[in-house]
C-alpha cells in the first residue's frame, strides 16, 4: 500500500518514482562523442587565448526572461516564487561572478502547450512563439513538462545553429515553494548549468573522460535522494561528487560546484555565449569559433588544431 500511495504521489507531482522514492530526472539529452570532441577542442583553445577570462571573477550578468505557460490555475506560478527562484540562482553563481536579473516575467495560459515533452512540436511552438533575443537572455519557460521530467535545458554549442530552441525548461512545482523533496528551487540550478555548458557528474560513469572535468571525481551511476556519504562507485580517486548540482540529489542535498566546473562556464560562455558579456570584456576576448561547434578551421589563428592535446577541464 505504502508503495502505491508513493507512485500515486508521483504521478501527482509529476516527478519519477523509483523503489518507492521520488527521484530527480533531467531531460537535457546527451551531445554525443563527436559533438563533445569539438567542444573539448573548442574549449581548449579558448583557454589557451583567454586565460586571464577562464582563471578571472569577472562579472557576467545574466538577463532572464520567465515565461510562465499554465492551464488556468494550474502551474501558474506566483511573482514571489519566481523571484525566489532568482535568489537561488544567485547564491550559487554570484560568489563565481555571475548574475541573474529579472528581465520580465509573461504569463501564458495555454494548454496545449503546458504539458509539452522534450522536443515536442509543441515545445517548438511555444519557444518559437516567446523567446526574447536568446544570444542575450536566458529563457525559462514554465509547465508540467510530460515523462515525469523536472527539466532540460540546451547546451551552448547549440545556439548559433538553432537559437530559437535555447533555453531551460523547468516543471513549475520544482520552483521555491513547491513540492518535496524538488522545493528550494536546485532543478533551475541544475538545468542552467547545462544551459553554461555542465555535464551531469555521472556523465559516461567510470569510463574514460567521465564529464571532463578534473576535479570532479568520476561516479558511475547517478546518485539519487540522500546518498551514503561514502558513496563511491568508481575504482578513480575521490568519492562520488554527490552533493554538487549536477548530480542527482534532493533538493536538501545538492549544494556546490567544482573549481573546475566554473572555469569551464566561463570557457563554454566566451566561446558560445560571449553575446552575455559586456562591451569592454567581449573586446578584449579572443574569439576562436565562428561556427556552431568547432570542427576544424574554424579558429580564428589556430589554423584548427590547437597545441599539445586535450586535458580535462582543471
Known sequence: MIAAATAATAAEQGFAEMGGKLVRRCGTPDLGLSARKKIRMALEIFRGKNAWFT???????IPVHFHIIHDGASGK??????????????????PHGFTFTMAAVNYHDKPKWYEMGHGSATEKAAKRTLRVEPKRNLNIYTAA??????GWATFPSKLRKNP?????VLLHSTLPGGKKP??????????VGHWLGLYHTFQEGCEALG????DTPYEATPAYGIPEPERDTCPQPGLDPTK????????VHIDEFSTGQIRRIRDQVGTYRSDLLSKTVRKNIIQVIKDDDYGGGGAT??????KGGWQPIQ
Open 55 to 61: 582563471e578571472s571573477q569577472t562579472p557576467v550578468d
Open 77 to 94: 506560478v506566483s511573482k514571489k516564487r519566481i523571484e525566489a527562484q532568482i535568489r537561488v540562482l544567485n547564491n550559487a553563481y554570484e
Open 145 to 150: 513538462p510530460s515523462d515525469s521530467l523536472l
Open 164 to 168: 530559437k530552441m535555447d533555453g531551460v
Open 182 to 191: 524538488f522545493d528550494q528551487g536546485d532543478t533551475g540550478i541544475h538545468e
Open 211 to 214: 564529464d571532463e572535468i578534473e
Open 244 to 251: 554538487n548540482f549536477m548530480d542527482y540529489g534532493n533538493d
Open 301 to 306: 589563428g589556430t589554423g584548427g588544431g590547437g
